[in-house]
């Protein structure tokens, strides 16, 4: 009887440590955190003024604008990137305009696998940012629902606006809906995944959203085409390319409100991204 006792006790003993275990295990899974990297993967080979680049501004400067993904190296197992970037180019650009290399290649280069890429959140789908897609056999697509539509039907009819789109994209993103590689993401402030949650209302497309990484005094906003340049963000200029000045303007309010640190709102087509954050190697530097 004693005997049995013993062995009762000890057995809930192992319960108990198991059950704490997987508690403390929980705990530390749910603070989720990611290193940030931006890539450049292309450059333009002339330089543009940035009144090109900006509603209003009376700059002399000029900007060479540049072509870059992000990656999001999570604790938590995901390597997610933020836009996809491209391939090849519509008919009116000239791929030889570029300095450019493949985005999965640019990977190879900080020891990222193409393969273990688990996620691509796209932010829109221009040709630069979503031609990329079927360099990652094993991502899940993220994408918001109304952009979807309007890039795989709307934009094609009538009276719809096709710029910057390509329909060999489209084919890509309908391929990729068929084999359950896409996930429809449903309007404003949705946490997709941990730690990671997406905006809309900057109405660079259709409904193009931006993405806040972490929480509290430690976010990073990647803001993609939802501001071109630092410049934007700066002056609280919008770009000429969006469906809503206004509601473009408002969403320049919005980011640098949730994040203090401006240079910690990342734009889409910024070399200053390149300068301002440490470099990990040739066109490769850490955010955090
Ligand atoms: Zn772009």
Redesign the pocket.
Known sequence: MIFIQKIRSKLQAIVLSLLFTAIGFNAISQNNSYEIYALKFASLKFKFPVTMFAMGSTSKDSVQPC?MVYLLKGNNGKNILVDAGFTETPPIYNMAAFNYVRPDEMLKKINVDPASITDIILTHP?W??IGGIDLFPNAMLWMQEQDFNYFVGTAWQKGGDSSGFSGKDVIKIIQKNIARQLTLVKGDSVEIMPGIRVFTGSKHTYESQYVLVGAGNDKVIIA??NSWLYYNLVNLLPIPLTFDTNAYLQNLKRMRAMVKNVDLILP??DPLVFSKFSKVTEDVVKIK
């Open positions: 072509y221009h630069d940012h993609s085409d889409g087509h």
